[in-house]
């Protein structure tokens, strides 16, 4: 079984910065690709942006810029920066992870989401 953890969400105002991380941890074999969608009130999950085990990255047009998506794989975790936030950022932010376990080969795998919160 896996497990992914995030933390650092929260309020900031116009302008502000937050750093999101997500942990995984449990069976693990191997980590393909990490990254974060996320889903504002009464839209569909999108993707904000991924990074792949070598290092390899990808950001929604909406963020290219202003956010920055890193992992440590020692750590199995990822980390998104996200500055210069905007109202129009205001969603709960999921971790998404691609990872080959001992006990279901390669699956996806979903954090349980991080509000953020961005308005004066």
């Known amino acids: 079984q896996v497990q992914l953890v995030e933390s650092g969400g929260g309020w900031v105002q116009p302008g502000g910065s937050l750093r999101l991380s997500c942990a995984a941890s449990g069976s693990i074999v191997s980590i393909y690709t990490m990254g974060w969608y996320r889903q504002a009130p009464g839209k569909q999950r999108e993707l904000v942006a991924t990074a792949t085990r070598d290092g390899s990255t990808n950001y929604a047009d909406s963020v290219k810029g202003r956010y920055t998506i890193s992992r440590d794989n020692a750590k199995n975790t990822v980390y998104l920066q996200m500055n210069s936030l905007k109202p129009e950022d205001t969603a709960v932010y999921y971790c998404?992870?691609?990872?080959?376990?001992?006990?279901?080969?390669?699956?996806?795998?979903w954090g349980q989401g991080t509000q953020v919160t961005v308005s004066s």
């Open positions: 998404y992870s691609n990872i080959w376990t001992t006990t279901r080969g390669r699956d996806n795998y």
